[in-house]
């Protein structure tokens, strides 16, 4: 009777479903190469300049932007552990949401800081957004990419972010130097809202 049954099962398959889950596949991919090609541009913008940033606006020196980007790791690494409590509890797309908003607000904040202590707050805030945005990006790899080609697929995810990065970390320079910090804030904080949108308009796509 098991083996019957389970034989019904895999016979009552139409081809129709197995096409449609394979769109599903392909849309979910596109998905997430956008989600993550957006969130790693956002953050990748920053990257090359910051410390360019820090030095030339608030008389600190390369010591204070070496605490600074370390506030920001150290709390995003206490804080990713928590954060994927939250995404098995509440849903990927929405912590996933919460951190991407999260950090575009804290891109968004350089432009209004005008001493050194706005910074480490803004470090703080900045970890604990993207403890929330990464652990949910990452859960929500695992669940497109599929058993045979999991792999291939999580490593074409991983490249998409660093040539993102690459790209990010070329433009940034061009930016400050043309159009200044504040323009690149703005930018940054326009790629961070672009992924919330997006999710809200294609979170249907990956349960």
């Excluded at 995404?87 to 804290?106: A, E, T």
């Excluded at 800081?113 to 990464?134: K, T």
Aim: a positive charge; proline letters at 2%.
């Amino acid at each position: 009777m098991y083996i019957n049954l389970n034989v019904y099962i895999v016979a009552s398959q139409s081809p129709s479903a197995k096409g449609m889950e394979h769109n599903l596949q392909k849309i979910s991919i596109k998905t997430m190469i956008t989600l993550i090609s957006f969130s790693s541009l956002g953050l990748g913008f920053l990257g090359p300049v910051y410390a360019i940033f820090v030095v030339r606006n608030f008389s600190a020196s390369l010591f204070h932007a070496g605490i600074l980007s370390a506030v920001f790791l150290l709390t995003s690494a206490i804080f990713k552990m928590p954060a994927g409590k939250l995404v098995d509890n509440y849903g990927k797309w929405k912590i996933l949401f919460i951190g991407l908003i999260g950090c575009g607000v804290s891109s968004l904040a350089y432009i209004f800081a005008f001493d050194l202590m706005h910074l480490y707050v803004i470090e703080f805030i900045y970890g604990i957004s993207f403890a929330f945005q990464r652990p949910a990006l990452l859960a929500l790899m695992a669940v497109v990419s599929n058993k045979p080609s999991r792999g291939m697929l999580l490593g074409v995810f991983d490249s998409v972010d660093d040539i993102s990065g690459a790209f990010a970390a070329v433009v940034s320079g061009a930016v400050v130097s043309t159009l200044g910090f504040n323009m690149l804030f703005f930018i940054c904080f326009f790629c961070y809202l672009l992924s919330g949108l997006f999710i809200l308009k294609s979170r249907a796509t990956i349960n």
